[in-house]
């Protein structure tokens, strides 16, 4: 556990976020423009952890739908956020750069062109446990203390490790969304009058990509099977228009091996 | 408020060491984890429901005379295997058979009746004694094997003899394939003949009579999942209108629905929620605000909800703020970036009242529980282990140092053990005797008689 607890806070434009213990070095001009590296690193693994959370969930027996839905909800802060402060793009962009070995070679490599700290936190071969966080929060501190006019640059946005990149979960197929989505193309999806927050991100490919697992049509398929009308009217309406081959022959699986697959041919064919 | 019997209404509360059931090996099996814990309307019975879908319920002994001070003891009453793992070939996964809910039905005659459920599935069981045996039939032999009509040469009235009292638990109804999602909660309405059944987007509501048919109340899926942002996490009865019922988001939010408004209960009669302090924003704010339990007072006029870090209790006639809260473990705010890497911070706490709602309890981790006195606004923090469990012995208070220095029998923060949650807890009905569920162990503890 961590001695120290660190207080993630929204960025205000003008207000430096705070990490505790720290009163905060006066730079205010430097905080309305750029956050804290150490702050853009925490939130940067907040966000690793929380893809990596959804990927797993694949794996569990059932997914909890309410946790699931929880850490989708919290990636899509950190999201709205670094789109605001406009690191979000600078990241997809690096990482899709990234999406070769080779690529990611480079990556690595910038990143040990930085103090041996910060390429010891890129280095660490368990980013997500305990530990690695904390030695990659503290050697952070370490370096950031007499550092303050460093920028938020590429290098600094990199993941902690290089396997485990945001690549891998962004970008392409990589289907790490949670269970729940739904491919019905039965049903009609009349266009919303209001576009909703989800509906906006959803057009960035990153984000398709991360929500466009399938939760199959099939939940309501199976009580259309077994012939009982268990069910609500609203239930009866749905599974009656989501009825149909479609519904089944347009899901893909949850499952992590056939996901590799997909990723792997993407790759090959190098879309 | 304190009636003859409770002790003062104070935090003059004694606890005191009763009993504790369950295995004493470190090493737990899976399947022994208690999972819910619920007394029946007049507090004699106790029912715990554990992950490998059995059902253990206990009954009080009545009071020896050789040892006045101590009210009964709890036995086991009654263990039947309520649910069964199974399997979803369509989807393959496995249903799990861990009851997530024992509800009790009010007594109406000799026999008493419970529902369990798991994630799928509701189950109405009878619990009932047989302590009589009729023998001497005509048609068919001791044993039970029939006898042959032409060798029957005289009739006799069959006699009932008694017997060691047997209680037999049997399924008297399944209500099943009616939640696509898993079931949170099921609570039995004041007219005692409907229940409510929540899973994570529905809420549906049954009649005990009926199990191929219920009616969809609430329904907040998203025509599009993409949308999907929120889920129902409790629901529960009013516990004397028939008519309203209440239920809890992942957004830390709670509506209160009338039944009579519309068949479809999508539109909410208030709508409960507490405005964010905007000074304690972080990313971890949605989750710690999620609602992980619900529940009403015995008067029906508050109801209680649990978040991550607090508890707070609600008028019903004020939905723009609750009218107390009660920090549970505030000095975990600071880990809940560990807390949300180990995924303890999607544990899901239990919380309930005490007979009079006077006072109102609630787990944490390292085997604490806190209890809260409404009145005295004093709180107390007790722990659930085997070295406190000499007989009738009080439990010592507990205290958690949150600065720097530490001060003799407190435990700091990264001491916790955080496996050893207290998820389920319940109050009798009447008297001052709790249930608290640690792991594979259940506490009884009582309020000492002055």
């Excluded at chain 1, 006019?149 to 990149?165: A, G, H, I, R, Y």
């Excluded at chain 1, 690549?167 to 790490?176: C, D, K, M």
């Amino acid at each position: 556990m961590f001695t120290k607890g660190t207080k993630r806070k929204f960025s205000d434009p003008g207000e430096e976020p705070a990490s505790s213990g720290d009163p905060g070095p006066a730079a205010p001009s430097a905080a309305a423009r750029t956050l804290s590296s150490s702050y853009s690193l925490q939130r940067q693994s907040l966000l690793d952890m929380s893809l990596i959370k959804l990927q797993l969930c694949h794996m569990l027996v059932e997914p909890n739908l309410c946790r699931s839905v929880l850490i989708a909800n919290t990636v899509r802060q950190i999201q709205e956020e670094m789109t605001q402060d406009g690191t979000w793009h600078i990241m997809t962009q690096a990482l899709a750069a990234a999406q070769c070995p080779a690529d990611r070679l480079v990556a690595t490599e910038v990143l040990c062109r930085q103090t041996d700290a910060a390429a010891q936190a890129g280095q660490s071969p368990k980013p997500f446990s305990v530990v690695g966080l904390q030695e990659g929060y503290h050697s952070e501190e370490v370096v950031m203390e007499g550092d303050v006019e460093t920028e938020v640059t590429m290098s600094s946005l990199s993941p902690l490790s290089p396997q485990l990149s945001s690549a891998s979960y962004l970008t392409g197929p990589f289907e790490v969304g949670p269970c729940w989505e739904e491919e019905d193309e039965e049903e009609d999806h009349s266009e919303s009058s209001e576009p909703s927050l989800m509906s906006e991100h959803s057009r960035h490919p990153a984000l398709e990509e991360l929500f466009s697992d399938v939760d199959p049509s099939y939940y309501d398929l199976d009580t259309v099977l077994t012939g009982t009308p268990k069910m609500g009217p609203y239930d009866l309406l749905e599974s009656l228009s989501s009825h149909g081959p479609t519904a089944l022959s347009s899901s893909s699986s949850c499952r992590s091996d056939l996901n590799e697959l997909d990723h792997i041919m993407e790759i090959i064919v190098g879309s | 408020l304190c009636g003859a019997k409770l002790s003062n209404c104070g935090n003059d509360f004694q606890w005191c060491f009763s009993q504790v059931k369950g295995a004493i090996d470190e090493d737990v099996a899976e399947a022994d984890i208690i999972s819910t814990v619920e007394f029946n309307y007049s507090g004699e019975l106790l029912a715990t429901g554990d992950k490998g879908g059995r059902v253990v319920i206990f009954q009080h002994e009545q009071e020896s005379k050789n040892r006045p001070h101590l009210r009964g003891e709890y036995n086991v009453y009654s263990t039947f295997q309520s649910h069964e793992p199974e399997f979803d070939y369509l989807k393959s996964l496995e249903i799990e058979e861990k009851i997530n809910k024992i509800r009790w039905l009010p007594q109406q005659n000799a026999a008493h009746f419970l529902l369990s459920t798991n994630d799928k599935t509701i189950k109405l069981w009878k619990i009932s004694e047989r302590d009589k045996r009729a023998e001497g039939y005509n048609l068919k032999d001791e044993d039970g094997r029939l006898r042959d009509p032409f060798r029957i040469t005289s009739l006799r009235v069959p006699v009932l003899m008694p017997m060691d009292l047997m209680v037999e638990a049997s399924p008297r109804r399944i209500f099943a394939n009616a939640h696509t999602y898993h079931i949170n909660s099921i609570s039995v309405n004041s007219d005692h003949e409907t229940y409510l059944s929540a899973d994570d987007l529905r809420i549906n509501l049954w009649h005990l009579e009926i199990t191929d048919r219920s009616f969809n109340i609430v329904d907040i899926k998203p025509a599009n999942m993409e949308e999907l942002t929120e889920v129902i996490t409790a629901a529960e009865c009013h516990p004397h209108q028939c008519n309203v019922f209440v239920y809890s988001s992942s957004k830390g939010t709670i509506r209160l629905c009338d039944m009579r408004a519309a068949a479809l209960c999508d539109r909410h009669s208030k709508f409960f929620e507490e405005p964010e302090d905007p000074s304690s924003r972080s990313f971890f704010s949605e989750i710690i605000s999620s609602i992980s339990d619900v529940k009403f007072s015995h008067s029906g006029r508050y109801m209680m909800t649990r978040d991550y870090l607090s508890v707070k209790v609600w008028d019903l006639n004020m939905e723009n703020r609750p009218v107390e809260t009660y920090q549970v473990h505030e000095y975990l705010r600071s880990k809940l970036c560990s807390l949300y890497e180990n995924d303890c911070i999607f544990d899901k706490f239990e919380c309930c009242w005490n007979g009079s709602d006077s006072a109102i309890m609630t787990g944490s981790y390292n085997n604490f529980f806190r209890m809260f006195d409404r009145n005295t606004r004093r709180d107390i923090t007790l722990e659930a282990s085997r070295e406190s469990s000499k007989p009738r012995a009080t439990l010592k208070p507990r205290k958690v140092s949150t600065g720097g220095k530490r001060k003799k029998d407190e435990i700091s923060v990264d001491s916790l053990d955080f496996n050893k949650k207290i998820l389920h807890t319940a109050w009798h009905p009447k008297e001052n005797v709790i249930a608290v569920a640690a792991t594979n162990n259940l506490y009884i503890f009582q309020d000492k008689i002055n």
